[in-house]
């Protein structure tokens, strides 16, 4: 294991080697994009927090990976005081085009829709979590331990106590708070003996980045096909990354293609719109799946982004809807600390869990339906979703509430969003 890089440590509770007994408010497990974002917005909460993070920070940067960033996403970012750092190195969109195979009626968004200069952004892994971690450095109630693993998690009436082993050495957190954004795989979830629903799709997701001939036009494309969603995202340098999903079968087939055989497949389901694609770097396949936690929260622990819940990648939601949790959980614990109360408390908690827990499960269900009705060929639900897209086309009201809800403005929208 690396050295570990201990950074920014308050002065009220300075990390000390020999130190087996440390005590913050709040402990966040997981120092991805949602950890991250929580550190962040915890800035002048006057909560001293503690991030644990299992990947060397370097490590953690590189990530084949870039999403779809929605409008209250970048409300929260510009929220917490860090979208001015992220802003520069992502793209944005301000049309989406809708299409279904090779049905000629075709849905576009724009900004004229809802009144705004932009729809949305699409940001690479490293564009988002590089600002985050500069910008945790500079909040000094806030220390960072990476790499550093999670070894017990106990949970006692007035505190949760956690166990990490940091290079060599073991140490013993106290804390109000524990909170979980540490994946999908969530050891901290399953240790605390929170169960799930949920189940794996027969699809995967290959995520390539390529460089088209001409202008992506900021333009967002999600064409339906029977066998998945295919997603182009507009890049910075116009680049674009897809989103192929297909059958499992399917998707290693194409994996196992040369970049040559690849390129020809990608561009015959990409269409000839942007010209000759240049294929960028490596493809990554993705296994996708849904999954709904039962709890979002127990006595001295709450789950947020994907330790909570998972989606499948159609329309972007993921992410968007872990940075959302951080909003919530942030209002929720705030206002609890200053009105003296407990933050650890399940009372508190549950404010946070019945705010998010039903959201997610409204846009959970969004993208299954969506994948569902679209990836078949059976003649009725062809019918039915052609009906759907004419409906998304000439009927202003179902446009515009289609599109708040693909780009995150239906819901309750959390003070952090609401500053500017
Ligand atoms: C193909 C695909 C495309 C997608 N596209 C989009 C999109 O366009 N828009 C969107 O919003 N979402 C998208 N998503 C979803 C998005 O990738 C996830 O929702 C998001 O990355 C979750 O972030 P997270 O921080 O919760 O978890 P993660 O990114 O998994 O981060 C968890 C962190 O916790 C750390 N960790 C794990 N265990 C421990 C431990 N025991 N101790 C300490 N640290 C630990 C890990 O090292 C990691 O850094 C997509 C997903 C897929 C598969």
Redesign the pocket.
């Known amino acids: 294991m690396a050295a570990a890089q201990t950074y920014q440590t308050p002065d009220t509770n300075q990390i000390t080697t020999n130190s087996q007994r440390l005590d913050y408010d709040l402990v966040i ?7 991250l974002t929580l550190a962040s917005a915890l800035k002048d909460s006057g909560l001293s927090v503690l991030l ?4 060397a920070e370097s490590a ?1 940067v590189m990530k084949g ?6 409008m209250l996403s970048a409300l929260i970012y510009q929220g917490i005081g860090v979208w001015e750092q992220i802003l520069p190195n992502i793209e944005t969109y301000r049309r989406v085009r809708l299409s279904d195979g090779d049905y000629s009626g075709v849905v576009e968004f724009n900004t004229k829709d809802i009144n705004k200069d932009d729809l949305g952004y699409v940001a690479e892994h490293q564009a988002l979590l590089y600002p985050l971690q500069e910008f945790v450095k500079r909040c000094s109630n806030v220390t960072v331990i990476c790499p ?3 070894i017990e998690t106990k949970y006692l009436a007035d505190a949760a106590v956690t166990t990490i082993k940091v290079a060599d050495e073991i140490k013993t957190i106290r804390s109000k708070l524990l909170v979980a ?8 979830r399953q240790a605390a003996g929170i169960t799930t629903l949920g189940w794996k799709y027969w699809q995967s ?1 290959i ?1 390539a980045f390529v460089k088209p001939e001409k202008s992506h036009n900021q333009t967002a494309y999600e064409k339906f096909q029977p066998s998945g969603p295919f997603a182009i ?1 507009p890049l910075p340098g116009n680049r674009c990354r897809i ?1 192929w999903t297909a059958p499992h079968s399917e998707a290693k087939a194409l994996c196992a293609l040369d970049d040559e055989q690849f390129l020809a497949e990608l561009q015959a389901r990409y269409g000839s719109h942007m010209g000759k694609l240049e294929l960028l770097g490596e493809r990554f396949v ?1 296994q ?1 799946q849904l999954m709904q936690s039962d709890n979002y929260v127990k006595n001295r622990l709450a789950l ?4 909570a819940h ?1 989606c499948h ?1 159609v329309g ?7 940075i959302r949790d951080v909003a919530a959980l942030v209002e929720v614990i705030q206002e609890a600390h200053q009105a003296g109360k407990d933050i650890g408390n399940i009372h508190v908690l549950k404010k946070y869990e019945r705010w998010r827990q039903l959201e997610n499960l409204v846009i959970l269900g969004f993208t299954d339906i969506l994948d569902r009705v679209f990836s078949n060929n059976f003649w009725p639900i062809v019918v039915v979703r052609r009906l759907g897209l004419l409906a998304m086309k000439y009927v202003p009201l179902i446009k515009v509430l289609s599109l708040k809800l693909m780009i995150g403005l239906l819901g309750k929208t959390p003070k952090l969003a609401q500053r500017f």
């Open positions: 497990v997981g120092g991805g994009i949602v950890g644990i993070e299992a990947r953690a990976q870039a999403y779809a960033v929605h550093a693993e999670v954004a540490d994946g999908s795989r969530s050891r901290i997701c995520v995202l989103v993705f996708v947020i982004g994907d330790a998972n990648p972007g939601q993921g992410l968007n809807l872990g």
